[in-house]
Nanobody
Framework: QVQLLESGGGSVRAGGSLRLSCALS?????????LAWFRQAPGKVREGVAA???????RYIDSVKGRFTITRDNAKNTLYLQMDSLQPEDTAIYYC??????????????????????WGQGTQVTVSA
């Protein structure tokens, strides 16, 4: 099994920054896993925000490109999401996820929540205008 535990959520004003962390553990976890951040806003479906492969390749959705940065520290078994220039539309519960990865003709893709078997419990991010 793989356990994931997010931290770092909170409330900020528009234009502010937050850094989310996700600690990974469990006998089933290894650094070959693809890791991702998803978010779910009230009344909306959960969407993939960013993903990072075991070799450090990354993928972002268009709405966060240039503002969010996903990184991983395999020595610490930790995933990060640096979020800058936050906007009210970024308000959501943020989840980290682990899985085998999604690969298409163009390379790695974020995929959907069905592609990730392991999930954290989520952390709330609220951005006020």
């Amino acid at each position: 099994q793989v356990q994931l535990l997010e931290s770092g959520g909170g409330s900020v004003r528009a234009g502010g920054s937050l850094r989310l962390s996700c600690a990974l553990s469990g006998v089933g976890y290894n650094s070959a896993y693809c890791l991702a951040w998803f978010r779910q806003a009230p009344g909306k479906v959960r969407e993939g925000v960013a993903a990072i492969d075991s070799d450090g390749s990354t993928r972002y959705i268009d709405s966060v490109k240039g503002r969010f940065t996903i990184t991983r520290d395999n020595a610490k078994n930790t995933l990060y999401l640096q979020m800058d220039s936050l906007q009210p539309e970024d308000t959501a519960i943020y989840y980290c996820a682990a899985g085998a990865g999604v690969y298409r003709d163009g390379g790695m893709d974020i995929g959907s929540d069905r592609d990730y078997p392991y999930w954290g419990q989520g952390t709330q991010v609220t951005v006020s205008a």
